[in-house]
């Protein structure tokens, strides 16, 4: 059974920082590429970064470069997201998705609520 379990959501305030975690299982991990999306209330679930889990190549939107890191733990089959300086508009459901062809699975997402 393939599962994405997201971890690590919270609330925090402003500038503060959170890691999420996402543990894969049910796939063969290191064929998938990994990515985070988020989704606001009444806004669009948009791509926030992706990884591949091959060669550790990343792409991050341009809302949070040089905020967010993502990595993979390939040995644990985990994909993280180191968030800091956050900051109000962050705060939405972040989901991970892995993609390969056409698969696609997804997690139930975590809330992250950043407070002015």
């Known amino acids: 059974e393939v599962q994405l379990v997201e971890s690590g959501g919270g609330l925090v305030q402003a500038g503060g920082s959170l890691r999420l975690s996402c543990a894969a299982s049910?796939?063969?991990?290191?064929?998938?590429?990994i990515a985070w999306f988020r989704q606001a209330p009444g806004k669009e679930r948009e791509g926030v970064s992706c990884?591949?889990?091959?060669?550790?190549?990343?792409n991050y939107a341009d809302s949070v470069k040089g905020r967010f890191t993502i990595s993979s733990d390939n040995a644990k089959n985990t994909v993280y997201l180191q968030m800091v300086n956050l900051k109000p508009d962050d705060t939405a459901v972040y989901y991970c998705a892995a993609h390969r062809g056409p698969n696609n699975y997804w997690g139930q997402g975590t809330q992250v609520t950043v407070s002015s």
């Open positions: 990884i591949s889990s091959s060669d550790g190549s990343t």
């Open positions: 049910g796939f063969t991990f290191d064929d998938y590429a």
